[in-house]
């Protein structure tokens, strides 16, 4: 039941051996079987928490342009060690998370033009902070890309 259990999430999506841990756990496996299977998965290159993070690192980085913060946060919300976390955060460069928060910011300001430049202002910084851009980049960001609009040069500091 328990190797059912877990190769059937696996079918679904990419799991670390702490969420199929949790969901043989909602299913009342006993703590030594779940163990003990994924142990054996584990062996088998099924479940690989390292491979795991990796892989959710590119993947959320690339199509919801999530900073390193957002992405240790959501690596720790699915179960993976800081260590492992790390050695995966250690793709995201800061030029590669600069490109990226640039790329959010495109959509944004687009949609936000004509509004009121405060308010403009703090809906762009926001949409950089929900994807857990630190303050400084995202303000700076956003003012480069509304420098940009009006005068066709960025700001040089």
């Known amino acids: 039941m328990a190797r059912a259990i877990a190769l059937r999430q696996l079918t679904m999506a990419p799991r670390s051996r702490a969420q199929l841990a ?3 756990s909602a299913k009342d496996v006993p ?3 779940a163990g003990a299977v994924l142990d054996r998965l584990e062996e088998v290159g099924l479940v690989d928490d390292a491979a795991f993070a990796g892989a959710l690192v590119r ?3 690339r199509t919801r342009g999530l900073a390193r913060r957002a992405l240790a946060q959501e690596l720790r919300t699915k179960g993976v060690d800081d260590e492992t976390a790390e050695q995966a955060l250690v793709e995201v460069t800061d030029a590669s998370e600069e490109a990226a928060a640039r790329e959010v910011l495109r959509r944004p300001l687009a949609a936000t033009r004509g509004m ?3 308010r403009r202002q703090r809906r762009l910084t926001g949409a950089l902070a929900r994807r857990g851009y630190a303050p400084g980049l995202a ?3 956003v003012r480069e890309a509304l420098d940009l609009e009006v005068t066709g040069d960025p700001v040089d500091d």
């Open 22 to 24: 949790d969901k043989m």
């Open 31 to 33: 703590e030594a079987v």
């Open 59 to 61: 993947t959320r980085q």
């Open 116 to 118: 009121d430049p405060v």
């Open 139 to 141: 303000f700076r960001l």
